[in-house]
């Protein structure tokens, strides 16, 4: 799960999507394409907005996306196109490049739908994303599952 600072809305879809499946079986992170919070735990708005549903992010800390994941991970989930585009950027071959989805395609198929990045405005958009989220996660759970 990708997003630019990797403190709102990968942590969010982190850790709904770890909550639909057996983490036993199935490993999910998340990072950022920029370096502006590593280590940082999530946005304080993120952190309520998934407590709320029973989620806990606490735990999490904010990391860069690295030419590593392309090896470690099967997929990798994008939140918008800007930060689509800079994950393509850095992949080394095909390959690579396949594993890049944007994650709202998931249930609106080859929208390029963006979720919005909620850290400039108030809780609302915390809820909107996390609900974007969901549906995202849902679908991407039944699919592994």
């Given at each position: 799960?990708v997003?630019?600072?990797?403190?709102?809305?990968?942590?969010?879809?982190?850790g709904?999507?770890?909550?639909?499946?057996?983490?036993?079986?199935?490993?999910?992170?998340?990072?950022?394409?920029?370096?502006?919070?590593?280590?940082e735990p999530?946005?304080p708005?993120?952190?309520?907005?998934?407590?709320?549903?029973?989620?806990?992010?606490r735990?999490q800390?904010?990391?860069?996306?690295?030419?590593?994941?392309f090896?470690?991970?099967?997929?990798?989930?994008?939140?918008?196109?800007?930060?689509?585009?800079?994950?393509?950027?850095?992949?080394?071959?095909?390959?690579?490049?396949?594993?890049?989805?944007?994650?709202?395609?998931?249930v609106?198929?080859?929208?390029?739908?963006s979720?919005?990045?909620?850290?400039?405005?108030?809780?609302?958009?915390?809820?909107?994303?996390?609900?974007?989220?969901?549906?995202?996660?849902?679908?991407?759970?039944?699919?592994?599952?």
């Amino acid at each position: 799960m990708v997003c630019l600072g990797n403190i709102c809305r990968s942590p969010l879809a982190e850790g709904i999507l770890r909550s639909k499946v057996n983490p036993e079986k199935i490993f999910i992170d998340s990072a950022g394409t920029a370096a502006y919070h590593i280590g940082e735990p999530p946005d304080p708005r993120s952190i309520s907005v998934a407590l709320k549903y029973g989620i806990d992010l606490r735990s999490q800390k904010a990391r860069k996306l690295i030419l590593r994941d392309f090896m470690k991970f099967d997929r990798i989930y994008a939140m918008d196109e800007h930060n689509y585009q800079k994950i393509i950027s850095l992949a080394q071959n095909d390959d690579d490049k396949k594993k890049v989805k944007m994650i709202l395609n998931e249930v609106t198929p080859a929208q390029n739908l963006s979720v919005p990045d909620p850290y400039y405005g108030g809780d609302q958009g915390f809820e909107e994303v996390y609900q974007m989220l969901e549906k995202a996660c849902e679908a991407i759970a039944n699919r592994l599952t």
